[in-house]
């Protein structure tokens, strides 16, 4: 079983992540094989607040080129999670926006 840091990456910070936390919306980078039964585990344990739904993205890096020859950016899984109302909010996001 992984451990909850391996699930989590790091948070995204964006004007659409800060515009979403007045709705209790927070937005983090995750494991691309991590499933959403996992994310909600993994940030419970890690921030100690109750998540009420996990909604994924999956995104495919893009195609660049550097003269002849063609790369792609690593691709990546968001992961928003929804606190549950009586839950309090993540320390990290409170002190940003």
């Known amino acids: ?3 909850p840091q391996d699930i989590i990456i790091r948070p995204v910070l964006t004007e659409k992540s800060y ?12 494991d ?3 499933n959403k039964t996992e994310i ?7 921030f100690d607040v109750k998540v009420q739904s996990v909604n994924t ?6 195609l660049k080129r550097l003269g002849v020859h063609v790369g792609r950016r ?4 968001k992961a ?5 109302p009586d839950s309090k909010g993540i320390e990290f996001f409170e002190g940003m926006a």
């Open 1 to 3: 079983m992984k451990s």
């Open 19 to 30: 515009d979403q936390l007045a709705d209790g919306k927070y937005t983090f980078l995750v």
């Open 32 to 34: 691309i094989k991590a």
């Open 40 to 46: 909600k585990w993994a940030v419970e344990q890690i």
């Open 57 to 62: 993205i999956r995104q495919v890096g893009k």
């Open 74 to 77: 690593p691709s990546y899984k």
């Open 80 to 84: 928003i999670v929804r606190l549950t």
